[in-house]
């Protein structure tokens, strides 16, 4: 079964374990579909399930004999887990996030493609976040999606395309001078650059063998005053949702942008350096819950040290925002 959504696809690869029998089954846990050691050409005895969905005769008798001899027959329950596939930035890593908190980590193949498999988990609803850092050390836009996870199941999420990151060599560009406005995707993709001003200009670039992509703007068209780009990026027929927005200024002067740091900041919950969407994501998982030993150090150390998430950790990670 798959159920498709804007830019993933979600599938269902083994319903074995529903305890309900299906086609290709002769049983599912506590279903026989009204089986029994007799219909199966025993004198009697109690009939059960494998955990491969086929009929356990062990405890079944024939005869006048006894018991059916083989001990055992009890039933397992096939793990739960979910698979995440999709395209990113080439060896650039990619993090899952489960519910807010870093589930698992993965790196990308020379071709962009990237796979994660979780495990261990338990039937039902979870928040699932995706994101990427580029050879420069710039984060992508958080791509995050609700996935219903069915006990006894593998619960596969492909098509994930994560957005391009986006940088700009210059905080404040001279009017009239180029500003540089580059980032990575998945190689030969197309990538639409906007820009925003009174009116908003749409450039498009092709990302290199490597995913990068760098496009100068000429800010002659542009009018004094506060700006910002964004990009996205397709690929076959499949588009990103638009990466993180940029801000910078025209004005009278050029003044380069500083480059990410790995600094820790108050607010920064996730060691990126950066105050966002993943730590406000962080945040809101534990807003009005029992703190984690990590969390509660963060909380101690970056927030406003009274051992709780609430309106005023909110308000210091917004005073401290990087986007």
Known sequence: ????????????????????????????????????????????????????????????????????????????????????????????????????????????????????????????????????????????????????????ATTTIGGIFIAPTIAVDKSEVKIGDNI?????????????????????FFVKKMSDGSGAYLLNFDTSVLEMGQHNTKSKAALNGEITSFSATIGFTVGTKNVFAQLPTKVALRGDLNNDSRVNLIDFSIAAYWYKRVLSAEISAKETERLNSDGKIDLIDFSIMAYYWTG
Do not use: H, W
Request: aromatic fraction near 6%; charge should be negative; hydrophobic fraction near 30%.
């Open 180 to 200: 540089a406005i580059f980032g990575q995707s998945t190689p030969t993709s197309e990538i639409t650059i906007s820009v925003n001003s009174a009116e908003e």
């Open 1 to 152: 079964m798959a159920v498709g959504t804007n830019n993933f696809r979600i599938e269902i690869l083994t319903l074995c374990g529903n305890n309900i029998k299906e086609s290709g089954e002769q049983c599912d846990g506590s279903d026989l579909a009204g089986a029994s050691c007799t219909s199966q050409g025993y004198t009697g005895g109690t009939l059960s399930c494998s955990a491969s969905c086929t009929f356990n005769t062990s405890a079944c008798t024939s005869g006048g004999g006894g018991g059916g001899g083989g001990g055992g027959g009890g039933y397992v329950a096939p793990a739960t887990s979910t698979i995440f596939n999709g395209r990113a930035y080439p060896k650039s890593t990619v993090t899952l996030l489960k519910d807010a908190q870093i589930a698992a980590t993965t790196v990308v193949d020379a071709n962009a493609n990237f796979s994660i498999s979780l495990s261990g988990l338990s039937g039902g609803s979870y928040i699932f976040s995706v994101y990427s850092e580029d050879n420069k050390g710039n984060r992508s836009s958080l791509l995050t999606f609700p996935v219903s996870v069915t006990s006894g």
